[in-house]
């Protein structure tokens, strides 16, 4: 069974930029999708973005479209979220997640990671 870790999070001001990284070990991504959700105080945790371990395809929600890229490293067994343009709504804990298709609901990810925080300053 694949467990991940995230890392990467930070103190950043509006406007700046910041890269997490969603390691697996135990097992290799293989043929899962890789998922970034978000989740802020008091809130539902929401996905971010999406991507195929072993064939292109990603997938973004609208609010970071643009802003956010989501990128693989096959020899490290890594995904990554580069986000830049950084906005105070952007604070959240930072989740990472393998599923089976390319979706965007949270009911089709599992093996959850610990999250790691992402905080936005004004």
């Known amino acids: 069974q694949v467990q991940l870790r995230e890392s990467g999070g930070g103190l950043v001001q509006a406007g700046g930029s910041l890269g997490l990284s969603c390691a697996a070990s135990?097992?290799?991504?293989?043929?899962?999708?890789v998922g970034w959700f978000r989740q802020a105080p008091g809130k539902e945790r929401e996905f971010v973005a999406a991507i195929r371990w072993s064939s292109i395809g990603t997938a973004y929600v609208d609010s970071v479209k643009g802003r956010f890229t989501i990128f693989r490293d096959n020899a490290k067994n890594t995904v990554y979220l580069q986000m830049n343009s950084l906005k105070l709504e952007d604070t959240a804990v930072y989740y990472c997640a393998v599923g089976s298709v390319l979706a965007g609901t949270r009911e089709a990810y599992s093996n959850w990671g610990q999250g790691t925080q992402v905080t936005v300053s004004s």
């Open positions: 135990g097992r290799a991504f293989s043929n899962y999708v």
